[in-house]
């Protein structure tokens, strides 16, 4: 069965990066729906997928991974980006990592490892920059993903200051086979402020055979063809896009950027058909509104407590009731409409 399937290219590709909080199926959608080839899901802990339950459901045509405890949905997928979504996991455990990708490899295009966070939760677990930190552990994860699964591997890495040390690492995570390799041109001490290292991702690409995706350029894509600056800057083969994106997905766009009220509609709709949880739609539009949360019609916005309220003031509050009655009465899993 799965081997019917269409391989994920990676070469040429404008790529939503993973972003906790904001890579949810949505901003997914939307993103591919605007013209990203590839998207990732936010970073998802291994024993948190590992403690889910996989779940058809049927009245909103989705896969999703419930957390039964709670109810929590940790992952939500569905057709349309099947052969597009690559999920991007939080691991320090070979074993634990091969558990999750045997879990949603029917389900999702690749399946990619993070050793690039920075932050006190993933380094304290051995995970993200850490995992990167710990070679041999690093290249048994991937070791371990790339023999026993069937979808791509990849992971997304930071560079070391050092940069024959970053060279020497991914030419070993070449030779196990990974299918590409997201790199993050920044060092773990380095900010988001900091202006990315270009010439370091090219010295990556010049010497790897696999696709190297480029990432790291948010402050300078301001526009559709700032992207393409970007790449050519570094030689890479492919664009993998956060901050950009979050402020305004329609960057995907090969035309001017969208209005940002149309796109938050857009969200919403998607919110709505997909029964999003409304706290994580409404901390997305935060991501888009910034400094507008200032204006009147922010501060509205930030006292909204269910999602119905957050669409009224983009005109989309009938729709969200006809959904939701609708999907009450099929039966659908219901989601605490208040946001804590
Ligand atoms: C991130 N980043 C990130 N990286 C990662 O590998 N897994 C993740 O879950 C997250 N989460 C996340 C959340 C948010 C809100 C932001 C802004 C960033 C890092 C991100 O993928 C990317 O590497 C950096 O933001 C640099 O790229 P840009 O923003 O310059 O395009």
Redesign the pocket.
């Known amino acids: 069965m799965v081997s019917t399937r269409n391989f994920v290219d990676y070469r040429n590709k404008l790529i939503l990066?993973?972003?906790?909080r904001?890579g949810t199926l949505p901003f997914r959608l939307l993103s591919l729906r605007y013209g990203a080839d590839i998207v990732y899901t936010?970073?998802l802990i291994d024993w948190k997928l590992l403690k889910t339950t996989r779940k058809i459901n049927e009245v909103l045509g989705t896969v999703d991974f419930v957390d039964e405890s709670d109810g929590t949905i940790v992952f939500r997928t569905c057709a349309e980006e099947r052969e597009r979504v690559v999920l991007?996991i939080g691991t320090s455990c070979a074993e634990r990592a091969l558990q999750v990708g045997k879990l949603v490899e029917g389900d999702v295009a690749a399946l990619d490892v993070?050793m690039?966070?920075p932050k006190e939760f993933s380094v304290k677990g051995g995970m993200g920059i850490a995992l990167l930190n710990n070679a041999e552990n690093a290249k048994n994860v991937l070791k371990t993903l790339v023999a026993g699964l069937s979808i791509p591997v990849t992971c997304?890495i930071r560079i070391f200051s050092d940069i024959e040390k970053t060279i020497a690492l991914v030419k070993e995570f070449e030779e196990i086979g990974i299918s590409a390799i997201a790199v993050?041109g920044r060092t773990r001490q380095e900010r988001?402020r900091h202006k990315?290292h270009a010439d370091m991702i090219q010295k990556v690409v010049e010497n790897l055979n696999i696709p190297v995706i480029a990432?790291?350029?948010?402050?300078e894509i301001k526009t559709h063809e700032d992207i393409f600056k970007f790449k050519s800057s570094s030689g890479a083969s492919s664009v993998m896009?956060?901050?950009?994106a979050?402020w305004n997905p329609s960057i995907f766009q090969d035309a001017p950027l969208l209005p940002l009220d149309d796109v938050i509609k857009e969200l919403l709709k998607l919110s709505i058909l997909f029964d999003n949880s409304p706290s994580n739609t409404k901390y997305c539009i935060q991501m888009m509104l910034r400094e507008l949360q200032e204006t009147p019609r922010g501060k509205k916005f930030l006292e909204c407590q269910t999602l119905e309220e957050i669409c009224e003031i983009w005109e989309l509050g009938a729709y969200c009731r006809e959904k939701q009655l609708e999907y009450q009465e099929r039966g659908s899993i219901g989601r605490r409409n208040v946001i804590p």
């Open positions: 990066a993973p972003m906790v904001v936010e970073e991007q993070n690039g966070c997304k993050h988001p990315v990432n790291g350029g948010s402050n896009i956060a901050r950009a979050q």
